[in-house]
Nanobody, 132 residues
Framework: QVQLVESGGGLVQPGGSLRLSCAAS????????IGWFRQAPGKEREGVSC????????YYADSVKGRFTISRDNAKNTVYLQMNSLKPEDTAVYYC?????????????????????????WGQGTQVTVSS
């Protein structure tokens, strides 16, 4: 059974850090582009970050650049999202997703990675709350 499971969410004060994990079962993560998305109450789901299936290139939303880092541990079949300098506006349910088909050039990734319709396997989500 193909499955993604997120973990690592929680309550953190502004300026704090969390590391989210996305563990895969039933398939090998490094064959797929893996994206992180988030959805806050009353808002649409938005792309946060992506790591490519080919050369490990990474992509970030402008709102998280310099604060979040996506990485992959192939031995553990897990993708991580390290989130630093968290802000209240980062509060959301965070989802990881895998895409069985993805672009093969960096230029195409740039206009592709943040579109949730491109991903076909999703985790159940983990809540991140940033509040004092």
């Amino acid at each position: 059974q193909v499955q993604l499971v997120e973990s690592g969410g929680g309550l953190v004060q502004p300026g704090g850090s969390l590391r989210l994990s996305c563990a895969a079962s039933g398939f090998t993560l490094d064959y797929y582009a893996i994206g992180w998305f988030r959805q806050a109450p009353g808002k649409e789901r938005e792309g946060v970050s992506c790591i490519s299936s080919s050369d490990g290139s990474t992509y970030y939303a402008d709102s998280v650049k310099g604060r979040f880092t996506i990485s992959r541990d192939n031995a553990k079949n897990t993708v991580y999202l390290q989130m630093n300098s968290l802000k209240p506006e980062d509060t959301a349910v965070y989802y990881c997703a895998a895409a069985t088909t993805s672009p093969n050039t960096a230029m195409k990734y740039g206009s592709w990675w943040y579109k949730d319709g491109q991903y076909d396997t999703w985790g159940q989500g983990t809540q991140v709350t940033v509040s004092s």
